[in-house]
């Protein structure tokens, strides 16, 4: 007998076929049941493909236009760091006569973030088809899907939808009766938060503990197996195919500039109707927050953590102010970074709350970087003790010490994240902190 | 040691890597093993090296660094409940809680008739429908209330005991 838990499985409902996106590029006209490939080409898919190729009459693209498209779209990376991706594969070698590879980062483990599912559970073939086209304008045959472990599902659902490109004709040799070749493959990982950096799980792909590389090299010269890579977010090659059949300009203007296109916000804790939600970027914060109900309960919002858990948080009065693209919230002293959008009203305890985020930085530490792996514990431990009433009265300074003794001085970016948090609550919260150790108590003592 | 079928499932992995990096499909077929047989014994791990052609060393430092891998054997089903803070936020440690006095455990513990092990984890990937749990690594649950934990132990019980 089968084990059915389905009644017990989300169906999409709530977090992405709400009808609250503004402008939709990846989630358009989704329902959850149309995911299959017969769909995608109802609502235009493999379009863009068929137009670089010269499918349906037309000139088709060559690898350089391709690219220039790109660049003009003003697209940056969304796994994070915001690099801009017409740059970063305009540096593959694409004449270098050795194997290449492609890799989408689908690792997604940032506490927060939960867009990358959607997509690939509700629209996998738009992942494909941006992965396929990104391998023509570098000249690559052969890529990989990185999926992160928890959502074996999705990984399922993925390998699924391959079958079905491959089939179409979508995915092998000679795609579509062109030049083109191109294979792609799905890889999981099996819980390990470090994979999502991107030469971790170059490590892992290659069947190895996942302990990050140094950089440079970066990954297009020395990448998996030692061969050029290009890796990008599930988000970025999504966004794709609708650069390539609207034009970069389109989706530039669609966004603001610097920052093109849409963006999807997970928007998780406080909010009325948590979930991920598609807008241009350049969306004023009030609007998104607007768009998920507002703040849960109508409590008053007391801050938010922007751009994933490694994003320093912002207080109520600053965020209000932001408009939601990495220039604004940059310059207002924190990061887009994942878009994962954590909303914590007036009953929370920021000691608390950045308690859970440093046991996971320790937990998830590979270990590797003395700053990193003693750092974390050390920041944990203390802030544990602040919050159980044991704080010191040179806690804060101590805190404020190592934190800045880790930033920099680690091979990945895992340490900064980890470091940065405690910082950014530190400099809007202090007082909280101050509090707990003179009083031995908390300020909003309700929180659960 | 591995089934004719369990050996085509390592095949089907292994043949989407270049011939001569067998070893990156290691974190697959470690999965396969443990869902045929609960956990990564070190007799899997010995013959997943031989498949590999890889030391069973290298092997172990996989088994031995990702989360998922069960290093002994866990209850039938194993309950992994999100506690990170957006999850914190929606209720995601009280469910673990719910969970753990429900079965008289405590977090990391099995229960007496060897059903249920409850162990906290790290974002699942799906914070938006906190509270949110993990079964047997495959299955993710969500908006997991404490009336709906109620009645997922209830099911997997009574699955449990139609399966016996
Ligand atoms: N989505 C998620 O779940 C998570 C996302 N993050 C984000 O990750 C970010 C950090 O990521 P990193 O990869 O460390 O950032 P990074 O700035 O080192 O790299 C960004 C991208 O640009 C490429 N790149 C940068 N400079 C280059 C150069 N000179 N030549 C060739 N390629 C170059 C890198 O290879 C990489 O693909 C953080 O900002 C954080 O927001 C962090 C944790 C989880
Ligand atoms: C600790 C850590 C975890 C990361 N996790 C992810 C992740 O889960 N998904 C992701 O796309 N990028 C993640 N990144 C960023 C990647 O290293 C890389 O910048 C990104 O995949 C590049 O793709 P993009 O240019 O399309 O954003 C992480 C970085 C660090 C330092
Ligand atoms: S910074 Fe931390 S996670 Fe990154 S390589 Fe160093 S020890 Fe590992
Ligand atoms: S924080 Fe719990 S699933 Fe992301």
Redesign the pocket.
Known sequence: MTLDLSKFQTTGQETCFHDRHINPQIYAGLNGRNWGIADYEARGGYQALRKILAQDGGEGMTADQVIAEVKASGLR?R?????PTGL?WS?MPRALPVQKYLVCNS????PG?CKDRDILFYNPHIVIEGMIIAAYAMGISVGYNYIHGEIFEVYERFEAALEEARAAGYLGANILGSKHSFQLHAHHGFGA?IC???TALLESLEGKKGQPRF??P???SFGLYGRPTT???TETFGAVPWIIRNGGQAYLECGKPNNGGTKIFSMVGDVERPGNYEVPMGTPFSALLALAGGVKGGKKLKAVIP??S??PVLPAEVIMACTMDYDSIAKAGS?L??GAVIVMDETRCMVKSLLRLSYFYSHESCGQCTPCREGTGWLWRMVQRIEHGEGRADDLALLDNVAENIMGRTI??LGD?AAMPVRGMLKHFRHEFVHHIEHKTCTVPAYI | MFSEATLARFAREVAKYPPEQKQSAVMACLSIAQQEQGWVSPEAEAGIAEVLGMPAIAVREVTTFYNMYNQRQTGKFKLNVCTNLPCQLRNGQGALEHLCSKLGVQDGGTTADGLFTVQQCECLGACADAPVMLVNDRQMLSYMSNDRLDELVDTLAAHAKQGA
């Open positions: 990376g796994g994070g760091a915001g690099f970063k540096f690792d997604e483990g940032e973030t938060y999502g950096e991107e950089k440079p970066f990954p297009a890796i990008n977010n751009g994933g490694s994003s990061m970074g994942s990945c970016a994240a």
